[in-house]
């Protein structure tokens, strides 16, 4: 399970930190009387109108065919209540196509990308994207850090600033969106913010509505896939409690070559088993169930190298150190005062292996940093989406963990839906759903993003994106990376 989160910041860090200084590396085009694809607006360049926009300030700008790539600074407040207590950057990228096209509006709920790259969503509409690294995800912290400061108010409210400022340039409909973490920021976003969007495409969100009722999970991983590949991932997963010794001796060895320290989960032996422990979340979150014939089908008599193999493929054995936990603390300050986090069981693993359990947000969050937890946030967000959604689109995968917690709609929502793709995991999207609801929810993007073709509009069932696939520009495998923790 949080395998899913050091996939997605192992990756945002990574390409969050190539290339974030320095001149623009794209010939600017020259000023041209008419909007298009070159960026320019009767005679200011788009750089010139972002740049005019107070607090926003250029790192530098990559080519990319057909568009241009921006990746900025905005000064945003570090509390929205109280403006004039401090400042600080926040990281946003501008994929911009044309100013006449719809906008859409990113966010993973960590670090941002600094590669192009386009969202379902922004293909869908052919459209400009808009970008945004979540507070206190380096490099967008605070200094000093107030960590009362990262709730999903003063979030939303980082959104609406950058809205209000680039709205002005971008005058057509805007969607918000994002997987995960960003589907759920997305969804804190309209509840917070509803006159903002046109429309909100939120992917895979989990909702951890009561934090202390997590049954839902279990019987979950009681029924998902086959019988056979359950037994296989759970095998597993006793095998390497069984065998904790010598695993924990290579897992020291490990740590030693690697210079890696557990300070802040408390020891190795809590690290070794919260890695296990994630092991079969895991699987069922990003992989399929065809990849069972890759797990070991006899754990018993499987060698510790296989059990090791296994275990750190899926779960990785470098997250649960300090090195590893750190990029993601502002996602576990969250889960500990916020968002929820699940609490599972594990009927075929007795009470003698299974020390701790599975380990609470507080257990990854450097002890110097309060935790106190409000137990009203998702409770207020789960009770508006059921009486107010507007224009919403939740897609999950049907063999996801994180979709055993969805949100749901009552009788008070309108044009919304939430949609199940069969067979997928924490990468569903739209394209993975059943041919009608695909051809419904492509539709109603086009319509709410106001570009809908007429054919569309007569016949829903017609619906495809307007932009063709760039292999690079939308390159899925990323967004899934993106998606990780949730």
Sequence with gaps: ???????????????????????????????????????????????????????MSLIEEKPYTGYRFFVLDYTQPVDHRHPSKGTFQQRITLLHKDVSRPTVFFTSGYNVSTTPRRSEPTQIVDGNQVSMEYRFFTPSRPDPADWTKLDIWQAASDQHRIFKALKAIYTEKWLSTGGSKGGMTATYYERFYPRDMDGVVAYVAPNDVVNKEDSAYDRFFATVGTKECRDRLNGVQREALVRREPMEKRYAAYAAENGYTFDTVGSLDKAYEATVLDYVWGFWQYSLLSDCGSIPADAKNATDQEIWDSIDTIAGFSFYTDQGLSPYTPYYYQAGTQLGAPTIHFPHIEKKYNRYGYQPPRNFVPRSIPMKFQPFAMLDVDSWVRHNARQMLFVYGENDPWGAEPFRLGKGAKDSYVFTAPGLNHGANVAGLVPDQKA????????????????????????????????????RDVEREMTLRP
């Excluded at 086009?446 to 069932?461: E, F, M, N, T, Y």
């Design 1 to 55: 399970m949080r395998k899913a989160l050091r996939w997605l910041l192992a990756f945002t860090v990574l390409i969050g930190t190539l290339s974030t200084a320095g001149a623009a590396t794209a010939a600017e085009p020259e000023a041209e009387g008419t909007t298009g694809t070159t960026g320019t607006t009767a005679t200011t360049d788009i750089k010139e109108r972002l740049l005019s926009i107070p607090g």
């Design 440 to 475: 419904l929810a492509t539709a109603r993007i086009l319509d709410w993003a106001g570009v809908a073709p007429s054919a569309v509009q007569a016949d829903p069932s017609a619906a495809k994106p307007l932009a063709k696939f760039d292999a690079k520009l939308d390159k």
